[in-house]
């Protein structure tokens, strides 16, 4: 009988330490992640160089969240969305034909819309108003390619 007490106070402590372990790594994890404003004071919007900015932006890492911010349409100001290019062809001749919608003309009002960068790989953002317009003349695109955070 106290083989048994003692076995399932093992038990529970292994399993215990195993729940701890599991809690502390997945914060450890998320805890460097970052919230950066595409375009920082200027927002997503015509006209700024997007490429320019996120070539001085810095390290971007997976599981960093990219947000877009931008105005409500007006009579008097452009509508902007949110595409994910799926290509790097795309991406250059602003092909927004088989882009993904990311984020409509109202979603980057207030608080903005948030995109999480999950994985390694390429991502092509663009606003694709105007059939391209916006990305090729307003220069509204960027390309990343997130990395691993070292000592995660």
């Known amino acids: 009988m106290e083989a048994l007490k003692a076995y399932r106070s ?7 330490i195993v729940i701890l372990f599991w809690v502390s790594s997945v914060h450890v994890e998320y805890a460097g992640a970052r919230n950066i404003s595409v375009g920082g004071s200027e927002g997503w919007r015509y006209g700024y160089n997007y490429s320019d900015w996120i070539s001085k932006a810095g390290k971007i890492y997976v599981n960093d969240v990219l ?10 100001s452009l509508p902007h969305n949110v595409l994910l290019l799926k290509d790097k062809s795309s991406y250059k001749k602003c092909n927004v034909s088989g882009g993904i919608k990311l984020a409509d003309p109202t979603q980057g009002i207030g608080e903005g819309f948030a995109f999480k960068l999950k994985k390694v790989t390429n991502y092509y953002f663009a606003c694709g108003v105007g059939n391209g317009k916006h990305c090729d003349v307003g220069l509204m695109k960027f390309g990343i390619k997130p990395v691993v955070k070292k000592g995660c």
């Not at 093992?10 to 215990?16: M, T």
């Not at 947000?67 to 008097?76: A, D, Q």
């Open 67 to 76: 947000v877009f911010k931008y105005s409500i349409p007006t009579s008097s």
């Open 10 to 16: 093992w038990s529970f402590l292994s399993l215990f």
